[in-house]
């Protein structure tokens, strides 16, 4: 059974920072992409960042220069640094593997796209004031 539970939300003022960690179980961590996609209250959950197997990092337009996603293989682990939060960073935050990036890095993700995702956690709160 995919298992990937989250930590590291909370709350923060604009231009601060907050780290997210993501361990996964019952999966190859280590030829699996994995990423973050976020939803704010009333609005589309949308892809933010993915790491390929190979390390190879992708973010949305929205996050770029100011999040950084990366990975420890040894420790089946994905972290996401976020800096320089905005209010519209304001969202429940997900951890997800997946084959590849393809849904991760959507701007809509949908309900179907979310079943056929390998694995997803259940979200950590991030709350940007300004």
């Known amino acids: 059974q995919v298992q990937l539970v989250e930590s590291g939300g909370g709350s923060v003022q604009a231009g601060g920072s907050l780290r997210l960690s993501c361990t996964a179980s019952g999966l190859t961590f280590n030829d699996k992409a994995m990423g973050w996609y976020r939803q704010a209250p009333g609005k589309e959950r949308e892809g933010v960042a993915c790491i390929n197997w190979n390390h190879k990092s992708n973010y949305v337009d929205s996050v770029k220069g100011r999040f950084t996603i990366s990975r420890d293989n040894a420790k089946n682990t994905v972290v996401l640094q976020m800096d320089s939060l905005k209010p519209e960073d304001t969202a429940m935050y997900y951890c997800?593997?997946?084959?590849?990036?393809?849904?991760?890095?959507?701007?809509?993700?949908?309900?179907?796209?979310?079943?056929?995702?390998?694995?997803r956690g259940q979200g950590t709160q991030v709350t940007v004031s300004s």
């Open positions: 997800a593997a997946d084959s590849s990036c393809a849904i991760l890095l959507l701007e809509a993700i949908t309900e179907n796209h979310l079943s056929f995702l390998t694995g």
